[in-house]
Structure formats: structure tokens, C-alpha cells
Antibody
Framework: QVQLQESGPGLVKPSGTLSLTCAVS?????????WSWVRQPPGKGLEWIGEIYHSGSTNYNPSLKSRVTISVDKSKNQFSLKLSSVTAADTAVYYCARGSSVVVRAGWFDPWGQGTLVTVSS | DIQMTQSPSSLSASVGDRVTITCQAS??????LNWYQQKPGKAPKLLIY???NLETGVPSRFSGSGSGTDFTFTISSLQPEDIATYYCQQYDNLPRYTFGQGTKLEIK
């Protein structure tokens, strides 16, 4: 079955850029699904960041849109997140997940990666 | 944006109890509502999709109901392994997805 695995630096300096990659295994990133990033600050709830389709089309949460870039690398079966101008408020566990289908209206996230904690601190 | 309000924010119940969590949307979202379980230190897991459909492999003691603005998630007989935080999530206005604030379930 499809599995996702996040990777990237666990510590980012304030005003820097957070960069994470999600490797997809057991299935193709070129399937009929969008691929999403979701984050969770320590002790808090879940926030959808954005999504990408294998064609390169993207959708972002309006609250983060000015700072977010999501890209896809079909040759490596992975997609990536960049979040610029980070502050302590961006400290969170970042999850990648398989999202909506383009074939049927199916807007849930399944499966999820295990998540990776990114701390913004000098 | 559509706001999702879950209640209660925390809940303590005994093994074998029937547990109910509610999720209210700020506007009609039809049945575009999903439920997740998140155990400490783990990623969320999809339990219910489209308000009432049980994901494959999820125990039948979990169920969901509702449509429009009011939704209910029920555990018919609480088990020790059900201790987790539960989240609702709407997808009525794609590509916007919003989650409820979560309900932390503890054993009494």
C-alpha cells in the first residue's frame, strides 16, 4: 500500500526557509490524487498548508499562500514543501498526506506520513 | 472560510461507555465531513469519510452521522485503545480543507 515519509532539517533559523520532502512508496505520485501538506503546532490542532497534483498544479491555504511553494518531482516519486520567512509560530510537526481524488469527489487525507518536527529557533 | 466547531474539547469516559462527539459547520457542507483519530506522537488516521462511511479495517464500534451543519461521531463501546484525540474535517469548498479543533478522549 502507499506509504509516505517526510524528510528535512529539524531546525530552521528565524527568517529562513523551511524545506521538506515527502517520498511516496508503494504507489505512483502520478495517480489521480492531489498530495498535501498539513501541519500541527505542539499541543494544537491540524492546519492544511497546500496541495499539488502531478501536473504541477497547486492550491494553497490563503493564510500561508504568500510564503508557501509546493513542487513535485515525478522522477523521484516525491513532492516538496518550502515555507519562507519562518518565525517561531511555524514550529510544528509537518505531515504529508495523499489527498483528494480528481476522479470522484473525495476530500480526505489517507494515508499520512509519520510527520517530522520542525523547530524555528536561532 | 468554513469554520468547524467540535464539542466537547475533552472528554473522560469509562471502558464500555458510549461516547459521542459533535462537529458543527458554520454553513451547510452537505455530507463532506471526515473524522480522524490521532494517538499521541502519531499521525492522524482516517476513520470515517463522507459523514458516515467507515474506512476499511476500522472497527464497527466507530460510526458517524449527520449532514448539513451538524455531525456526530460515536464510539458504541469505548475500548482502552481508543484513547486519542479525534478531529473532524470538512471539504465542502474545495480546495479549502478545515479541521475542527479536536476532542481529547481519556479513560476515567
Amino acid at each position: 500500500q502507499v506509504q509516505l515519509q517526510e524528510s528535512g532539517p529539524g531546525l530552521v533559523k528565524p527568517s529562513g526557509t523551511l524545506s521538506l520532502t515527502c517520498a511516496v512508496s508503494g504507489g505512483s505520485i502520478s495517480s489521480s490524487n492531489w498530495w498535501s501538506w498539513v501541519r500541527q503546532p505542539p499541543g494544537k490542532g491540524l492546519e492544511w498548508i497546500g496541495e499539488i497534483y502531478h501536473s504541477g498544479s497547486t492550491n494553497y491555504n490563503p493564510s500561508l499562500k504568500s510564503r508557501v511553494t509546493i513542487s513535485v518531482d515525478k522522477s523521484k516519486n516525491q513532492f516538496s514543501l518550502k515555507l519562507s520567512s519562518v518565525t517561531a509560530a511555524d514550529t510544528a510537526v509537518y505531515y504529508c498526506a495523499r489527498g483528494s481524488s480528481v476522479v470522484v469527489r473525495a476530500g480526505w487525507f489517507d494515508p499520512w506520513g509519520q510527520g517530522t518536527l520542525v523547530t524555528v529557533s536561532s | 472560510d468554513i469554520q468547524m466547531t467540535q464539542s466537547p474539547s475533552s472528554l473522560s469516559a469509562s471502558v464500555g461507555d458510549r461516547v459521542t462527539i459533535t462537529c458543527q459547520a458554520s454553513q451547510d457542507i452537505s455530507n463532506y465531513l471526515n473524522w480522524y483519530q490521532q494517538k499521541p506522537g502519531k499521525a492522524p488516521k482516517l476513520l470515517i469519510y463522507d459523514a458516515s462511511n467507515l474506512e476499511t479495517g476500522v472497527p464497527s464500534r466507530f460510526s458517524g452521522s449527520g449532514s448539513g451543519t451538524d455531525f456526530t461521531f460515536t464510539i458504541s463501546s469505548l475500548q482502552p485503545e481508543d484513547i486519542a484525540t479525534y478531529y473532524c474535517q470538512q471539504y465542502d469548498n474545495l480546495p479549502r480543507y478545515t479541521f475542527g479543533q479536536g476532542t481529547k478522549l481519556e479513560i476515567k
